[in-house]
């Protein structure tokens, strides 16, 4: 089928396209390259050394004879350029990545505040008419996050996946009522996901879109068998306070013997799954689409769940490098549970990459071989969610 | 106290601004005229003929000794001024009218509908972060709507305000759970105001916002006793397919002997307010604001619920023309309940404006004085929310 990965050039965009055209689907990519706009913004580079989408997607096809397609398209602001590549791409699904997604970023000042909320919510909204307008029955595939829910609302029971079945008291006694799972979002950056939420579900109800929402884990990993094919094909790998997600920050850290930075007391419990997991998690999402007339389907696109000091203490006895416990630049709870329901991709046949697999070949291929592109600089977190929040100074000299 | 009235020109901010000047506050109108450029682009007109702000706001200076101030502002694209605005005014509260308000507009085409969720989502998050980043602790009351609950989840049960306590079934037991009412909007419209609602519940809670949302029904009557002191004064009347409200619509057909155009059967129960009760709660809500670090605090700005059939009925046998039942132009339950909560404003003191007192009047002062300004082609709604909906043809000759 004709899939378009909106987001194509991101962290999970670009395993996911090359993933899908190994699939034999067809990919078209539509991204504005804004990641790696982000990157010059912040004066970071990915550990890993990425090459242009432009070269990228030669060495694909020389490699393998896929051909995907590349329109630069800023989702949010080109409206008319949208609704025109619809109108001739006739996609049967579009993936949607196409949305700022670090919270710290998020958090980091008003305009990247801003940035955030405008980018997102014009970026799928956009989409959303688009397909309307252009008459498309295209499958729409998007990221969301676990981060939607807060910490769940169900006390022991796992939290579902995106509705929540509740009894609501009447004079007339308990009335049973299935509602979306409240939302609880802890960044600017989560708060987009949850006003996805609100569109898809108004689009999925007045135009009968079909719409699939993955509330995703923080994702760690960096290859997959695609991008591991060639150097050239590598996918980026971020390790900075902003972009980084913990656990590669902690094989990072642990590569240059810098200390394993937690914040906090390192309480809190969170969702984690592989790349490799996600790109297969779009694909069983693409080949389980909802049907015109449904209500929005989600999964919790999460594969196991941990707490960050344990992770932080795993990585610790595995390299001997100390863990840091550092200011926490966050607005969050000092400890939580965090039990999770993933009962629709088992069922659907995903076998995950357990942390415990994918966690030595990750620190030798990536983290150790790169070492020497770091910028130790970048590595402490310096976005505070509310003016005022101490941080940490650098722990290594730059 | 010094208060910005966010859309200050418009159908509720304008008598809302003269209202609180009244009352002696210092009011600062801040206002980009997009209601008059909407005007321009549907090429239609206020029933009663309102005059620019600049002759509104000197006609009060000359009646009433009071100065309102002005600042011309697009507050979804203007982030900086705004900012600004907010360092040099540093305004105790801050009354946000300034979104894109009807429905039927929200759904007219693709324009439009991204018009709406551009403009309102951007309005309020701007506000919400400009008064952050003033560091200000003004009270910030906005005008939210009924239409965020759909018909309501609680059966025989009112529609809360804002909030609904549930029950979360768990292998524990039942967890009572304090949570937003389910959001269920009818309108791309709407759908912003749920939106509104995410974005209040995150700033409240991470940067301790001082926030009030009102849930307004749909609002009926002209003038109030500040707007009627002078015919410059005038409060703006819409009775076109798009901008008019339900009842002002009935009036105006009444007035010319237009068959009162009823939607489906008419069987929808929608909630109303008096134009001179939205000030009054208006003026309420800021004299009860939230404390720093509460949760967002929510009013049902509603006074009584009727049947549109019955409203159509009632003035039908008061003036002896005739009820038109059209095509729905809406998704929209073809019948409903509406059981609405509003112990807080009467608490407060709300003594509303009823039905029964007000609507001779409306009809007398403003419907029959200003017929002759109507234009009959634009009567008929014409906005679907679904392409390939069908309405009516227009019922009298232009």
Redesign the interface.
């Known amino acids: 089928m004709k899939v378009l990965v909106l987001g194509g050039d991101g962290f999970c965009g670009w395993p996911t396209s090359l993933h899908l055209s190994q699939l034999a689907h067809d990919v078209v990519i539509v991204d504005n390259l804004s990641r790696r706009a982000i990157d010059l913004e912040l004066e970071v580079e990915s550990l890993t050394p990425i090459r242009p989408l432009g070269e990228r997607l030669r060495v694909w096809r020389e490699l393998t004879g896929h051909e995907i397609g590349f329109v630069h398209l800023d989702l949010a602001v080109e409206?008319d350029r949208l609704?025109s590549l619809l109108r001739e791409e006739r996609p049967d699904a579009i993936v949607h990545f196409g949305e700022q997604r670090a919270a710290p970023y998020s958090m980091r000042n008003?305009a990247a505040?801003?940035y955030t909320?405008?980018n997102n919510?014009?970026a799928t909204?956009?989409v959303l008419?688009?397909v309307?307008?252009s008459g498309l029955d295209a499958a729409i595939v998007h990221l969301g996050t676990m981060g939607v829910y807060g910490y769940g609302?169900?006390?022991?029971?796992p939290i579902p996946e995106g509705y929540?079945?509740?009894?609501?008291?009447?004079?007339?006694g308990?009335?049973e009522?299935e509602?979306?799972h409240?939302?609880n979002?802890g960044s600017?950056y989560h708060?987009t996901k949850?006003?996805d939420q609100?569109?898809f579900?108004?689009y999925a109800?007045?135009?009968q879109l079909r719409i699939t929402d993955l509330h995703q884990g923080i994702v760690w990993g960096t290859q997959t068998a695609q991008t591991a094919l060639d150097e050239r094909l590598i996918n980026r790998f971020d390790y900075d306070g902003d972009y980084g997600t913990v656990l590669n920050r902690f094989l990072m850290q642990a590569a240059i013997g810098h200390p394993l930075t937690v914040h906090g007391t390192g309480g809190q419990t969170r969702a984690f799954i592989h790349i490799r997991d996600t790109v297969r998690c779009v694909q069983i999402a693409l080949e389980n689409p909802p049907s015109r007339g449904d209500k929005v389907k989600v999964f919790n696109q999460v594969t196991e769940t941990h707490r960050v000091r344990e992770l932080a203490e795993l990585i610790s006895r595995l390299t001997g490098v100390e863990v840091a416990l550092l200011p926490n630049p966050r607005?969050e709870a000092v400890e939580n549970e965090l039990n999770v329901s993933r009962d629709q991709f088992t069922a659907l046949g995903l076998n995950p990459t357990r942390l415990s697999e994918g966690l030595l070949e990750e620190a030798r291929d990536i983290a150790a071989r790169y070492k020497d592109r770091a910028d130790t600089t970048k590595i402490i977190a310096r976005s505070v969610?509310?003016?005022g929040m101490e941080t940490s100074p650098d722990l290594v000299k730059g």
Do not use: Q
């Open positions: 409206y609704e008003n505040k801003r909320v405008d919510v014009r909204h956009n008419v688009a309307v307008a609302w169900s006390g022991s029971a929540l079945t509740v009894k609501v008291p009447t004079p007339d308990d009335l009522r509602i979306l409240p939302a979002p600017v708060m949850t006003l609100l569109l579900a108004f109800a007045n135009d607005r969610w509310r003016s």
